[in-house]
């Protein structure tokens, strides 16, 4: 089992994640740094396993394989942020992840949060690290990060509510689905997306991958 010190309580009921952020609509285009899940095919066996799990659960939105990611900072809205910006930024972060590690961690129980079905790293400070470091790389180029470095839950998104539901059969399900062993992932680098949510998904291109370490 992983250690529980790395999860939080669930939440007992869960809520639509489809309501729209201040500055969204549908034909936003925003910038990110994301850690993708494209070749963590561990991950993917997990998540399906729990996708499999809570198939008859209406009030949930699967996330496919490739839109499986671990959020760790926005940007901009694309219209704001112009290309020569874009690769200061792109050459600030790669010169702070430099001096970092690549990260091996598991994964294992599947969480609730009030509006998604998450996986939970094993040790969630290291990705707390690579959050600060993309941060002070945004700073050094832009003078100003967006957003606000609190409130951050390392974590890899299974499923996204859809509307107000209780979550005890939610965990009932995951709790039936849990495998016996954690399932391993290797990340050496972060990538910069620009991503839309136009059809209930977070969809995305990649822009630049910036390793980890030298």
């Given amino acids: 089992m992983t250690d529980d010190s790395a999860h939080n309580a ?49 009030t949930l939105d699967p996330i496919p ?11 901009g809205h694309v219209e704001d942020i112009n290309i020569a910006a874009l690769d200061f930024v792109t050459l600030r972060v790669a010169d702070r992840l430099r001096a970092l590690a690549p990260i091996t961690t598991s994964y294992q129980r599947a969480d609730i949060t009030s509006e998604a079905v998450v996986l939970t790293p094993d040790d969630p400070e290291a990705f707390v690290g690579v959050r600060r470091a993309i941060r002070a790389g945004i700073t050094d180029a832009l003078g100003e990060c967006p957003e606000s ?66």
Avoid: C
């Fill in 65 to 75: 394989d490739e839109w499986l990611h671990m959020t760790m900072q926005g940007v």
């Fill in 149 to 214: 470095e609190d409130g951050f839950r390392a974590h890899v998104s299974v499923a996204y509510g859809n509307a107000d539901a209780d979550a005890a059969p939610i965990r009932e399900a995951l709790d039936r689905a849990e495998p016996a062993a954690p399932s391993t992932a290797t990340y050496t680098k972060v990538s910069l997306i620009r991503m839309h949510r136009d059809q209930r998904m977070y969809e995305w291109d990649v822009i630049r991958e910036v390793p980890l370490g030298g």
């Fill in 10 to 58: 669930d939440h007992q009921a869960m809520t639509d994640h489809w309501w729209w952020r201040p500055g969204w609509r549908v034909g936003t285009r925003f910038y990110a740094w994301h850690i993708t899940q494209d070749d963590q095919p561990e991950v993917h066996d997990l998540a399906q396993r729990y996708r499999t799990a809570l198939s008859t659960i209406e």
